[in-house]
Nanobody
């Protein structure tokens, strides 16, 4: 059974920075697209950024120029570096991974979420 382990959420002041990480545990064949989504109270879950196994990254409009998504394929780990944080960035951030299982079946997984709070 694959699970996603997220870390890095915290309370930070406006203008500050945080770095989130996400890595799968368990057995699988390969990882395809990895991504971050977020959900603020009373709002729908929205795209933050995605990064495929090959190809260009994609960002939500509200984070372009401030957030950077990256991945270390040797460690199967994804990162989200968040700079110039604003109170509107406050949300639970979820890791999402699209992968091939050991039987080459396509599967999609969500992490449990990590809280990011931007407040003075």
């Amino acid at each position: 059974q694959v699970q996603l382990v997220e870390s890095g959420g915290d309370l930070v002041q406006p203008g500050g920075s945080l770095k989130l990480s996400c890595a799968p545990t368990g057995k699988y064949f390969s990882i395809e697209t990895m991504g971050w989504y977020r959900q603020a109270p009373g709002k729908q879950r929205e795209l933050v950024a995605t990064i495929p196994s090959g190809g260009s990254t994609n960002y939500g409009d509200s984070v372009k120029g401030r957030f950077t998504i990256s991945r270390d394929n040797a460690k199967d780990t994804m990162y989200l570096e968040m700079n110039s944080l604003k109170p509107d960035d406050t949300a639970v951030y979820y890791c999402n991974v699209d992968l091939y299982g050991l039987g080459y079946e396509r599967a999609n997984y969500w992490g449990q979420g990590t809280q990011v709070t931007v407040s003075s």
